[in-house]
Structure formats: C-alpha cells, structure tokens
C-alpha cells in the first residue's frame, strides 16, 4: 500500500497539470454513450460508438504512472503534429482476468481522442504509444462514487459481474475495463466505473 501511495503522488500531479477543470476552462469532454437498458438500477448496459483513443501497454516493470505520463506526453505535443491535444475522460485501463496476467500483464491504459481530432489524428512518436481505434461495443457498468484503489477496482469488477450473472447475462470474461473521470481537483462526486463488455 505504501508503495502505491508513492507512485499515485506524482500521477495525481499530472493529472492536475492536465485537466481541463484545473486550468479554470471548460468541462472536460466525456466518451459518449447510449443506455439501452437499466437492470432495475442495480447497473445498466450502454452502448459505446467506435471511437479512436490512444493507448500503451504495460511491461513487467511498467506502472500506472509511467502507463499515464506516456499519454500524458502524447496530448502535450509529443506527436507527429506537436499540438495540444485536449484532455478527455475517462482514462480508460483494460485488464487481464486471468491468474496469470492479472498483476504484471496484459494492461491498457487509453485516453479517447477529443472530437476534433478524432478524424485527423496526429500520429504518436513514442514507439510504445498506438492509436487504437475501439469498435462500437456494449457494456455493462454502474457507477461508483468513491476514490478507488487497486484492490477495489478488483473488488468493483467481482461485485458487478455477480449482478450480471445474476440476471443470466453473458460477457466477455477475458478483460474488464477500469474508468476514472475525475480530476484531482474533486474531492467529493467521484465517478469511477468497471466495464464488462456484452457478448
């Protein structure tokens, strides 16, 4: 745990350096979504249009804040425009299911393309950032209002797939989605969300 705290403090830094909200502008652009359904308000499934965001993946001695500084450095002008991309959210992380894979591998950490470079998207000149183009997917998610942790994003994902089973629901059990939307700023409203994608 201690550890963990040390590499949030210089994460938390950037973050504030970044967003929107911070910096006394507008309110930071938000991925955008249908509710298909609400599950009697235990969770609901949205649908997600394909949309590009730029993403790195982890190594084994990769943590959360190099994944972000990575992207971070992408949208302040490291790319092959050099413009300011403007920060969006939410800071999208896939992660691995699987005994294996869980800890070391088989992290995503994504950042979506604002709209107005969605269709022009400045290349990235870091080789261990990509621009992933995500296809239009359905999820099923609820949000939760409080700060979250490792340990409880991993306690979120167990709690939410539960419900879904519950309902005889199917999804893809290979990966689920960890998304926080806000900034350091906030202190109170969280908004953090697991998604499991609908099979």
């Known amino acids: 745990m201690k550890n963990c705290i040390v590499l949030l403090v210089p994460l938390i830094a950037g973050l504030a350096l970044a967003w929107p909200q911070a910096q006394g502008t507008t309110q930071v652009e938000e991925a955008t979504y249908t509710v298909v359904r609400n599950f009697s308000n235990l969770f609901e499934e949205r649908l997600y249009p394909s949309s590009k965001w730029v993403c790195t ?38 992660i691995g299911t699987n005994a294996a894979t869980t800890k070391k591998g088989s992290r995503e950490m994504c950042f979506l393309i604002s709209k107005e470079f969605q269709s022009d998207t400045p290349t990235p000149t870091n080789p261990l950032v990509y621009i992933n183009e995500r296809p239009a997917m359905s999820v099923y998610t609820r949000r939760v209002s409080e700060a979250m942790e490792d340990d409880q994003w991993v306690l979120e994902a167990e709690a939410l797939r539960s419900l879904i089973e519950e309902q005889n629901l199917q999804i893809d059990g290979t990966h689920y989605f960890t998304n926080g939307y806000n900034s350091p700023e906030e202190v109170t409203d969280f908004r953090n969300e697991v998604w499991w994608i609908k099979n």
């Open 57 to 94: 993946k982890n190594t084994i001695l990769d943590g959360t804040q190099t994944m972000f500084f990575r992207l971070f450095r992408y949208i302040s002008k490291q790319n092959s425009a050099s413009v300011e991309i403007p920060m969006t959210a939410p800071v999208s992380t896939s």
